[in-house]
């Protein structure tokens, strides 16, 4: 057997790719969250003359009008989920990820120059079908660079990207904004990804053609001597294992969870009542700076949890499903947020909430990879990821209307219960996590051809 300790590292530069590319995919989607508490840009979204002032009235449609823009986007990213995870499982993760990339770069920029909620809708839409890439690509990247036991916590770290792209997001998009106008801030930031572009199309390759690879490290990383079917799987096969289902599950109770977070925690902060102090376009850095560190922290050490349970000699089943457990009772005390007149308090729980979240969300995306071969990981993962998009969709068509009639509490209740239900279900459905094995595809596959 060839131990991690005799091989070369530089599986661990292709998950710092990952990771830049998720930070930049992050940031392009997070711009907005913060650009629509600028009252300038609400105005003009409203066709309201600059010289007015807004009314409780204005500022409770737009909030319903942002909501039916961030479904837009979730219907977008839901459609591309699957197309692209389709697409990269037939084309290579190269083409596939560097096509998604070009697609919500130049919605970003294009951004720029909308002048109404019905452009803004578009724009977004636009941009969720390019975004939609990135995990499908990232998750299967894992799944051929890395061996079972070291993908939890390889997931965690390129999932780091995440919170990485909203601090970015929340230290420098207020700068641009109250410096050069709200219309800097989608330019400037949709450029990165030509950048990101560049970097993987000249960096990437799958390990049996990179020749920086040494022969010891492509051994260690084919270890688990896992060989991937040399067909194509249709979504509907694939939705014929439970273990698609379990996935999907996790992704539609907690996804939207988390975007609901991504698109509506600098109102939340900006407009909260309750709060003994309010923030605004001066003031995100430091909180979002703090809550999402410690979401980053999460998500590396919870993707390190599974991994040691492995190590001491836990079955994958018991591993990833304990390690989610601990993340889905972190999360439960967060409707206090709702509740607590306490800044510093709120900003607490939400960082925990937060960084148990990507703790669950590096451990589902292993399930991927733990339970599929690799020719099937980019379609399955997109499968999971649509029906998380299809619950974001749900959550972001109710959300502005929920909290201009009742207030942030519920949706805060709704997000401390959601891990431990879901993580019930998946218990229901897979009370095992075992694999399904490349038999079996290429014998539904030789009876599906006949």
Same mark, same amino acid.
């Given at each position: 057997m060839v131990n991690s300790t005799t091989t070369g590292r530089f599986r661990w530069r292709i998950v710092t790719l990952l990771f830049l590319a998720t930070t930049i995919n992050y940031i392009d989607r997070q711009v907005l969250s913060f650009t629509m508490t600028d009252e300038v840009f609400r105005k003009e979204m409203l066709d309201v003359s600059p010289d007015a002032?807004?009314?409780?009235?204005?500022?409770?449609?737009?909030?319903?009008? &942002?909501?039916? #823009?961030?479904?837009?986007?979730?219907?977008?990213?839901?459609? *591309?989920?699957?197309?692209?995870?389709?697409?990269?499982?037939? =084309?290579?993760?190269?083409? *596939?990820?560097?096509? *998604?990339? =070009?697609?919500?770069? #130049?919605?970003?920029? %294009?951004?720029?120059?909308?002048?109404?909620?019905?452009?803004?809708r578009w724009a977004r839409a636009v941009l969720g079908l390019g975004e939609a890439a990135n995990f499908p690509a990232s998750v299967k990247t894992i799944a051929e660079w890395f061996p079972r036991r070291e993908r939890s916590f390889a997931n965690g770290l390129f999932n780091a990207g995440t919170n990485i792209g909203i601090i970015l997001t929340a230290l420098v998009i207020p700068y641009l904004i109250l410096q050069y106008g709200w219309r800097s801030s989608f330019f400037i930031t949709g450029l990165l990804g030509f950048l990101l572009l560049a970097l993987w199309w000249f960096t990437y390759s799958k390990p049996e053609r990179n020749p920086k690879l040494s022969a010891d490290e492509l051994a260690y990383i084919r270890s688990d001597n896992e060989q991937a079917p040399p067909l194509k799987v249709s979504w509907g096969r694939l939705l014929g294992y439970k273990q698609t289902w379990a996935f999907a599950v996790g992704k539609f109770m907690a996804d939207p969870i988390w975007w609901f977070y991504m698109s509506w925690l600098p109102d939340f902060f900006n407009s909260n009542d309750a709060l003994d102090q309010k923030l605004d376009l001066k003031s995100f850095g430091m909180p979002?700076?703090?809550?999402? #560190?410690?979401?980053? !922290?999460?998500?590396?050490?919870?993707?390190?949890? @599974? $991994?040691?349970?492995?190590?001491r000699g836990w079955s994958a089943n018991r591993a990833r499903k304990t390690t989610m457990l601990i993340c889905a009772l972190c999360v439960v005390p967060i409707f206090f947020?709702?509740?607590?007149?306490?800044?510093? #308090?709120?900003?607490?729980?939400?960082?925990?909430?937060? !960084?148990?979240?990507?703790?669950?969300?590096?451990?589902? &995306? $292993?399930?991927? @990879?733990?339970?599929?071969?690799?020719?099937?990981?980019?379609?399955?993962?997109?499968?999971?990821?649509?029906?998380? !998009?299809?619950?974001? /969709?749900?959550?972001?068509?109710?959300?502005?209307? =929920?909290?201009?009639?009742?207030?942030?509490?519920?949706?805060? /209740? /709704?997000?401390?219960?959601?891990?431990?239900?879901? %993580?019930?279900? =998946?218990?229901?459905?897979?009370?095992?996590?075992?694999?399904v094995k490349t038999e079996e595809l290429l014998e539904e596959f030789v009876v599906g051809a006949k």
């Open positions: 002032v807004l009314t409780k009235e204005a500022t409770d449609r737009f909030k319903v009008l &942002y909501g039916d #823009v961030d479904a837009a986007f979730k219907f977008t990213y839901a459609i *591309g989920l699957l197309l692209v995870g389709w697409l990269i499982d037939k =084309i290579g993760t190269k083409r *596939g990820f560097s096509l *998604g990339i =070009i697609v919500w770069s #130049v919605a970003g920029v %294009l951004t720029a120059f909308v002048n109404s909620m019905a452009g803004l979002f700076l703090i809550i999402y #560190v410690v979401s980053d !922290a999460g998500s590396v050490f919870f993707g390190w949890l @599974s $991994t040691q349970f492995m190590n947020a709702a509740q607590t007149s306490s800044l510093t #308090v709120a900003i607490a729980l939400i960082a925990l909430a937060t !960084a148990a979240h990507q703790g669950w969300s590096a451990n589902m &995306y $292993t399930f991927a @990879s733990d339970l599929f071969p690799k020719n099937v990981v980019a379609s399955v993962t997109g499968i999971g990821g649509m029906f998380g !998009a299809v619950g974001g /969709i749900l959550l972001a068509l109710l959300a502005g209307r =929920i909290i201009t009639a009742f207030g942030y509490l519920p949706m805060f /209740i /709704i997000a401390s219960c959601a891990y431990l239900i879901a %993580l019930a279900i =998946i218990h229901l459905v897979l009370p095992k996590l075992e694999p």
